[in-house]
């Protein structure tokens, strides 16, 4: 029995292994500015490093936003347009923040290099550069994106949500060609930021209606976690997504997951479900020496898969003056 379930395990590895060693490509390219604007990704990166100098948790913010913008109307910058009726409004997208991050940086590209950068290409590159500013890997940004010319707040009901299932998250990555490895890759994203006491205290203290706490929740987080949410009071208080290690971009995640100390209920259901535990003992170390497969190296190729999504090129779409605004 035991010589099958390491089989599984290998076999599982081995689809890991094929998964992280391909990356999708969507008619965008390196370099995509090297002639046109050379300094770019420069002025990006050291406008990002400004701010997240000065806040560390606006690197979180950028990331999360590169993929509330990828998974409606693909990477296109239309999470960026204020209107009253724009994806920004709607309630999943309300606490989404760095907006004046990539506004200066557009501010900067257009002294520069007028009418060249996209908005889209803007989000993808001050995604990479806040991982890095955390602590974690960097890797070469496909860009060419073009900014879209919709932004509609309906269009975000398909967006993932803590409280679907492992079921209906793989259905929802799968529908933008996202891999069950890709949706245990990315939740990692969590290993910064934070989230509202709103999103999960369900499970502190009603879950399932039972009146009690979530049972698959540590008994010392689940301490903690009352401690900072108390029954009854603000619900807009913030608490970090990887207690412990929240600014830092590393493992600790999926310890946590792995230890029952997930605080969004869909984190948690990763090491719940087989066909996504498999990853969460790997991406901790539990089993990551078999193949040499790391959370970083992972990271890297399905974040390059997701900002490949529906990426408009060539001459679809436009380049906006203004990241906020349709020219």
């Known amino acids: ?6 089989g599984c395990v290998l076999l599982t590895m081995l689809g890991l292994l094929q998964a992280v060693g ?84 557009k501010t900067k590209l257009e002294a520069a290099c007028p009418g060249v950068v996209s908005c889209a290409d803007i989000v993808a590159l001050a995604a990479r550069d806040s991982v890095v500013l955390s602590g974690g890997p960097s890797w070469s940004v496909p860009t060419g994106r073009r900014d879209g010319r919709v932004s509609s707040a309906s269009d975000t009901q398909n967006l993932p949500s803590p409280l679907d299932s492992v079921a209906v998250l ?70 970090p997504l990887d207690l412990g290690s929240q600014t830092s971009f590393d493992t600790s995640y999926f310890t946590n997951v792995r230890q029952g100390s997930g605080v969004l209920e869909s984190d948690q259901k990763l090491f719940g479900d087989s066909s996504t535990q498999i990853y969460v003992r790997t991406f901790s170390g539990l089993i990551t020496g078999l193949l040499g497969i790391t959370f970083d190296i992972s990271f890297i190729n399905s974040m390059i898969k997701m900002s490949n999504i529906g990426v408009k090129t060539g001459s679809d779409g436009e380049i906006r003056k203004v990241c906020s605004a349709f020219n």
Request: one cysteine or more.
């Open 1 to 6: 029995m035991a010589e099958v379930k390491y």
């Open 22 to 105: 391909t990356v999708q490509g969507a008619g965008t390219r390196i370099g995509f500015y090297s002639l046109s604007c050379p300094n770019a990704e420069s002025i990006v990166k050291s406008t990002v490093q400004s701010h997240v100098s000065a806040d560390q948790t606006l690197a979180a913010g950028l990331l999360r936003m590169h993929f509330h913008d990828c998974f409606v109307q693909g990477c296109d910058g239309s999470v960026l347009i204020d209107s009253s009726s724009s994806e920004k409004t709607a309630f999943v997208n309300l606490g989404l923040r760095g907006f004046e991050v990539i506004t200066d940086v």
């Open 170 to 239: 793989k259905q929802k990555f799968s529908a933008k060609g996202l891999s069950t490895v890709d949706l245990a890759t990315l939740s990692g994203a969590h290993t910064i930021g934070q989230t509202e006491c709103q999103f999960f205290n369900y499970r502190l203290y009603n879950f399932s209606s039972t009146g009690k706490p979530d049972p698959s929740m540590n008994a010392n987080t689940l301490s903690k976690l009352q401690q900072l949410c108390p029954n009854g009071g603000d619900g807009s208080a913030k608490v």
